[in-house]
């Protein structure tokens, strides 16, 4: 590890509940004293399976969701339950990808409108928003026409690479990326993960990747951590946490996903048999 | 994942198989006639009325008493009412003291209910609870009881009792926009938003107000009406200011001289109808243009039907007949769908798919490549709009397209259905317990109907097969009570209980997680492997069909691009299309390497 | 269920408290001189004074309020200013008329409705299309006005039902059938093609959801599916839209009682509330809010019956 670079992010026991449902009802404990940290230009892969808490993290880390203990530091600087005014300094460097092609652009809105957002929140002349734009459309390799066009017109895949250039405008220093290749065919999939890839090596910038699927995982992530009922259970350099795992849960995790070649495919069921059994479900 | 750096070609576009209309409001309205005419009504109804003055020569209340009940004359078109007023001035002005007092009600409701459920919607919080503990109890006060009770104390004067009308009908467009805004609030975008350092003001303006305005202008035209009505009613029994003009109050009189002069009631009646029917017919047709995706899908009209039966039939005839599966069998199957405009769509362009018994076939393909219609056709279970336009599809050897729809349901009870999502796909109002054993107890494949015990033991021994581990309690759960997972083993239990030959699953684990995948598609072995059940599983995951299928069939744009026994079409596949498919899946051998600092880099470059 | 039904009870009586709290209030506010109402102009400075006394209203108004909750709570809700008969036996004279009307009018709404919007949700073509059309005619002119067609049309021309007048049920049964059926139509048509319009989109709507689908291949008949799982889920919504429809039926029957000259409530509180009979206002004021409140719970109850997730919330 070295040295001299200071993380990016860091993220220190932070422990996030919301509200139970119907009167009176407990609070619902979502992440548990997490702690993990993510280099300038470095992609940290979190990895969990539904209702693991690693959207949560994502969104306390982008002041969505607001914590009730520990620290989030950010350049430095403590950034958890920041007020707006200071959320609204950090958009500059921190930005965000969501899963949902379809959902995370507004159907109303032209593309061109919605790059323009961000850009117009931090006080760009129009003009030169603009120019961006353009420049945008062509780093995500879509057409400049686009910029006139409603969502509609676009493919998942396409959307995605939209709401990657809006990620962008502002040259963020951190991207946030919540399953944004899990709702694509497997085709696009490739695509939006090679584009992602090449934008971290031209411009620096870090990804906080959070994905159920580990395959994907290690193949954009430099390290990779584990998250199972709102705890960070495993950390580690990719190859080694997604080939030779400490934990059983990562590598029940490791296991059960199906990979293309049948008799390999045979093999991994057998080992997962084995180590893990069949177990009736309970809930 | 290959290392030659490939340029992304730009995809094609997905056609939307439901085309979304431009949210002009405008534009949808000049498309409808009746709205039209409804629109052009009104505007023609508030114009003659704001020109009074104009349009009548004489003051609603100059009486010239020995004209009582005259009828037409020159200069006073309508005749006199029942104290020589003249009739048209009355008319004229009354509709602007009618028109006028439902207008300040309903610019009080907007005032008060669009703000606070603005910010209840939004904010949420102690002001939503508040506000809508509020807006619970003035929506259970009768309005006509309020606006009595109101006359008592405020007196009579119609401007004042529309004021408080808008009291009491401020909180329907305060729930309305409160409902609206509320659901777009969750939006992704508008978080992306947020993430960009919009502010909240900027927010609502941008993203959240153009979702409230045509839901408002629909409740404005239904208000509207209402507040008329209301008034009209009012005055109508007497309540009312006295000596203004409305045309509540011009009923009044005519009903009660009916005898004398039964066309006094006719004008004001007219005036009031017409302007009360066009606006619901307004609203309703706003309402109808915006949505117009439910709007109804053309029929199949007999006829059509008859020469695509016969069409089918003349291509059934040139089907091979030989080397068909046993359990299933498919030839040229052909699917499309009826647009609302234009011509229909074909999605599934000739398919030829086979499963013998016993068999696990995998049906692989990205999303809009037909590989649901296919399965949907076999099972009968195409949605609205769609249907078999040519083809053949065996089951057990007895052909079920353009059969008598009983005898294609009895033949198709060989099968099982196993859907995607398993939430959505268990009725919320019956245990699990109760849905499940339902069809046994009507009857049963293999000898007589179950009843009701017989039925619970064997949809508890069900539930065991799919290793759930307290099948009792589940069997008394409701859908809500149990998590996805075991939901969509209770779905596996379900295509089970009717003793399939041929279980079809579409997508059966893509909602679910990685390791609960593994553990149904264990289960789906076994079932094979145990019961000698085959399978016919949907998916676009490459890894699925590895790890479970014989053989697989992959499709793409509604045809089938390439089949055979899986390993020998994963390891070395003939096609382009599934070569790419295979390459796309992210190669298990490549890692990122380690990070290093920028300057690290920057040295060894 | 229990429970959610203690809650909803607990709730139903902070409204009532409420609605009496406020409405007292806002009457009282009305600076409305009562003693000089019932004396006349020329009476006394003193005398109006001292009636005013002798009925209370010179007391604060929090006080003046206790009073009559106090009261209230023991049934008695006072005596009339203007007639000086009890409130209570006023009330309870004329209620039975607009029970008998409402209760009748509820009932026809409620199955006539139903049967229709589920005819047209399930049918749809030609059946559908008409009851889209009735509905919105039904919608579209104001109450009171079909009401003066249908007097005019039904008991003027062609005289097959009086105009006006009661005949108690206890009196003769085809007096009062024959008294109330005209009444009874006019006031349910708009809230019949509220019910049919809610219930047939909720058909439609449930019709087309997965879990029916699925069922479906389960090779349930075509009737099971209907009769078990389409209208059980689809009649919650319109169980809620009948609820809100008899706050509506309330102050349509005011006016219908009125126009028929039926001397049930409604009549009542055009009368006295001309006056500004404050004990008769806030008693009718009441009526009305328990009556809305009793609905409701029932309307609760059905849907906790029908929809098992609802008993959680």
Redesign the interface.
């Known amino acids: 590890m ?1 040295l ?2 200071e993380p990016l992010l860091r993220v220190d026991d932070l422990s996030v509940s919301f509200p139970g449902r ?2 009176r009802a407990p609070r619902n404990q979502v992440l548990r004293d997490v702690s993990l940290s993510i ?5 940290l892969g979190l990895v969990g ?2 209702g693991s808490g690693k959207t949560t993290i994502g969104r306390a880390v ?3 969701v607001p914590a009730d203990s520990g620290t989030i530091t950010f350049e430095g600087a403590e950034i958890q339950n920041a007020s ?1 005014r200071d ?6 460097d ?3 990808i ?1 899963q ?1 092609p379809y ?7 032209t593309v061109g409108d ?1 790059l323009m ?2 850009l117009l ?2 006080g760009e002349g129009r003009h030169r928003a603009s120019a961006r734009i353009a420049d945008l459309l062509d780093r995500v ?3 400049r026409g686009a910029a006139g066009r409603l969502p ?7 959307r995605q690479r939209i ?1 990657i250039a ?1 990620a962008l405008a ?1 040259a963020p220093k951190l991207i946030v990326c919540d399953e944004p290749v899990s709702a694509l ?7 939006v ?3 992602l890839i090449e934008i971290q090596q031209a411009t ?1 910038v870090a990804y906080l990747f959070i994905s ?5 995982v ?6 990779v951590a584990v998250i199972y009922r709102g705890e960070i259970i495993e950390q580690g ?3 080694q946490v ?2 030779r795992p400490e934990q059983a849960y990562t590598r ?2 490791l ?9 390999a ?1 045979r093999a991994r ?1 057998e080992a ?2 084995r180590e893990f059994g ?6 | 994942m290959t290392q030659q750096a490939t340029v992304p070609t730009e995809e094609p576009r997905v056609a939307d198989a439901a085309a979304v209309k431009a949210p002009s409001v405008l534009g949808a309205l000049l498309s409808r006639p009746l709205a039209l005419t409804a629109a052009i009504v009104l505007v023609l109804i508030v114009l003659v009325v704001v020109c009074a003055p104009l349009l009548a020569p004489f003051g609603p209340n100059d009486a010239i008493p020995k004209n009582a009940f005259q009828g037409p004359q020159p200069g006073h078109p309508l005749g006199f009412d029942t104290a020589g007023r003249d009739v048209l001035a009355r008319l004229l002005y009354g509709g602007q003291n009618t028109l006028g007092g439902a207008v300040i009600a309903l610019l009080v409701a907007l005032v008060i209910g669009v703000p606070t459920g603005l910010l209840a919607g939004y904010y949420g919080g102690w002001f939503d609870s508040a506000s809508g503990w509020v807006t619970n109890f003035v929506m259970s006060l009768p309005a006509m009881i309020v606006l009595l009770a109101s006359r008592a104390v405020l007196g009579p004067t119609v401007w004042v009792l529309m004021i408080v009308l808008g009291f009491l009908v401020a909180p329907s467009f305060y729930r309305l926009v409160r409902g609206a805004v509320a659901a777009v609030r969750n939006e992704l975008y508008v978080d992306a938003a947020r993430v960009s350092g919009l502010p909240d003001w900027r927010i609502i303006g941008r993203h959240i107000l153009t979702v409230v305005r045509a839901p408002v202008i629909i409740q404005i035209a239904l208000v509207a009406g209402i507040a008329i009505g209301l008034q009209a009613g009012l005055e109508f029994i007497g309540i009312g200011s006295g000596n203004t003009p409305t045309w509540g109050a011009m009923l009044n009189e005519a009903f009660n001289n009916f005898n004398r002069a039964p066309l006094l009631l006719v004008w004001p009646g007219v005036a009031l109808g017409l302007t009360s029917a066009a606006l619901v017919l307004l609203a309703s047709g706003i309402r109808d243009a915006l949505d117009d995706r439910s709007g109804e899908m053309r029929r199949v009209t007999r006829r059509e039907r008859a020469t695509l039966a016969a069409g089918r039939a003349s291509e059934r005839s040139a089907i091979a007949g030989d080397g068909r599966g046993a359990l299933l069998s498919i030839r040229g199957l052909k699917v499309a769908y009826r647009k609302p405009t234009g011509p229909d769509v074909e999605v599934v362009h000739g398919v030829d798919l086979d499963v013998a018994p016993g068999q696990i076939v995998g049906l692989v393909g990205e999303s809009g490549s037909g590989k649901s219609q296919t399965a949907f056709s076999a099972l009968g279970i195409l949605p609205e709009g769609g249907y078999v336009a040519g083809g053949s599809i065996l089951i057990q050897g007895e052909e079920v397209i353009d059969v008598e729809p009983s005898t294609a349901a009895a033949r198709r009870r060989a099968l099982g259905y196993v859907p995607q999502e398993p939430m959505s796909n268990l009725d919320p109002s019956f245990t699990i317990g109760s849905q499940l054993s339902e069809p046994l107890r009507v009857r049963s494949r293999r000898g007589p109907r179950l009843t009701k015990a017989q039925a619970k033991a064997r949809v508890l021994e069900l539930l065991a097969a799919v290793e759930i581990a307290d099948p009792e309690r589940v069997y008394a759960s409701y859908p809500h009570e149990i998590s996805g997972g075991m939901a969509q083993r209770v779905l596996i239990a379900g295509a089970l209980s009717t003793d399939p030959d041929l279980i079809i699953a579409d997508e059966p684990t893509t909602a679910l997680d990685v390791t609960v995948q593994a553990e149904v598609l264990g289960i789906l072995r076994r079932l094979r492997d145990e019961r000698g059940v085959g399978v016919l599983i949907v998916t676009h995951n490459l890894g699925v069909i590895a790890d479970l299928c014989d053989r697989v069939a992959v499709m793409n744009d509604g045809r089938i691009v390439e089949r055979g026994e899986t390993e020998t079409l994963l390891l070395s596949p003939t096609e382009d299309y599934t070569r790419r498919l295979v390459a796309a899946v992210p190669d298990a051998d490549v890692v990122r390497e380690p990070w290093q600092p920028r300057a690290a880099t920057k040295e060894i470059a | 269920m229990v429970i959610f039904l203690a809650r909803r009870i607990g709730a139903s009586i902070v409204l009532l408290f409420v609605t009496s709290l406020v409405t007292f209030l806002l009457l009282s506010l009305s600076g409305q001189d009562v003693g000089r109402q019932l004396l006349g102009l020329n009476a006394s400075q003193a005398a109006i004074d001292a009636k005013n006394a002798a009925l209370g209203v010179d007391r604060p108004i929090l006080v003046q309020y206790g009073d009559w909750l106090t009261r209230a709570l023991r049934g008695d809700l006072g005596r009339s200013w203007f007639s000086s008969e009890y409130v209570t036996t006023a009330i309870a004279g004329r209620l039975p008329v607009t029970l008998s009307l409402m209760v009748g009018v509820t009932l026809v709404t409620a199955v006539v409705g139903y049967l229709l919007g589920v005819w047209a949700g399930i049918r749809r073509g030609a059946v559908d299309r008409f009851v889209q059309i009735f509905s919105v005619a039904g919608y579209a002119l104001p109450g009171f006005l079909v009401t003066i067609v249908i007097v005019i049309v039904f008991a003027v021309q062609l005289r097959w039902f009086p105009a006006i007048g009661y005949i108690p049920i206890t009196q003769s049964f085809s007096g009062w059938l024959s008294t109330i059926t005209l009444p009874a139509i006019s006031l349910s048509i708009a809230a019949v093609a509220g019910i049919a319009q809610q219930v047939r989109s909720s058909v439609i709507e449930v019709a087309r959801s997965d879990y029916i689908r699925t069922l479906a291949t389960r090779g349930l008949p075509h009737r099971n599916i209907l009769f078990r799982h389409v209208l059980r889920n689809a009649s919650a919504p319109a169980l809620t839209v009948l609820g809100m429809q008899f706050v509506g039926l309330l102050g349509g029957a005011v006016i219908v009682e009125q126009i028929f000259g039926l001397p049930g409530i409604g009549s009542m509180a055009i009368q006295y509330t001309t006056q500004g009979d404050i004990p008769i206002i806030m008693g009718l004021v009441m009526l009305s809010a328990i009556g809305v409140v009793i609905v409701n719970l029932l309307v609760d109850l059905g849907i906790g019956w029908l929809l098992p997730k609802a008993r959680t919330s």
């Open positions: 070295n001299e670079s119907g009167f280099r300038p230009g470095e992609t399976e539904s982008l002041g969505l707006r959320r609204r300094r950090l958009s500059r921190m930005q965000v969501f949902d959902t995370s652009l507004n159907p109303s809105m919605t957002e961000p929140a931090q390799r879509l057409p509609r017109e676009f493919s998942g895949g396409q709401a809006r502002l065919d497997l085709t696009t999939q490739e695509t993960l090679e584009l620096d159920h699927d580990l395959t994907v290690r193949h954009i992530s430099h390290r350099d990719a190859a997604t080939e029940k995790l296991l059960a996903a199906p990979v293309v070649d049948p008799a495919q069921r997962f048999e069949r177990t009736a479900v309970v809930r």
